[in-house]
């Protein structure tokens, strides 16, 4: 089981609830990890859709290293604004940052 690799923003998002379920309409499955949180997974990412205030949502998880292009492109698809960085599975190097 690997540790997160994946960290990020969505910048100008809708709730977490309301993220979750635009990922489900796009095929994806979701759960409510908590009251403000949203699990959300394919076949190759999972990540936890965090709300830590009003007007901040931040998502951290486990990618597909190879698929990260893939992640930005269904945040893109999704009208989402975002920023992500890929971390080595040690937590020492930044290994990819990617925007859109």
């Known amino acids: 089981m690997l540790g997160n690799n994946v960290y990020g923003r969505l910048p100008h998002a809708p709730r977490v609830r309301v993220l979750a379920e635009m990922f489900v309409r796009a095929g994806w499955r979701a759960r409510a990890s908590s009251?403000?949180?949203?699990?959300?997974?394919?076949?190759?990412?999972c990540?936890?859709?965090?709300e830590p205030s009003p007007y901040e949502r931040l998502f951290s998880g486990v990618v597909d290293p190879p698929r990260l292009d893939e992640l930005g492109a269904?945040?893109?698809d999704l009208g989402l604004r975002y920023s992500i960085e890929l971390w080595s599975e040690d937590q020492t190097s930044l290994l990819r940052e990617l925007a859109g």
């Open 47 to 50: 990540i936890e859709l965090v």
């Open 74 to 76: 269904v945040f893109a």
């Open 35 to 45: 009251w403000t949180e949203y699990e959300v997974e394919h076949e190759w990412v």
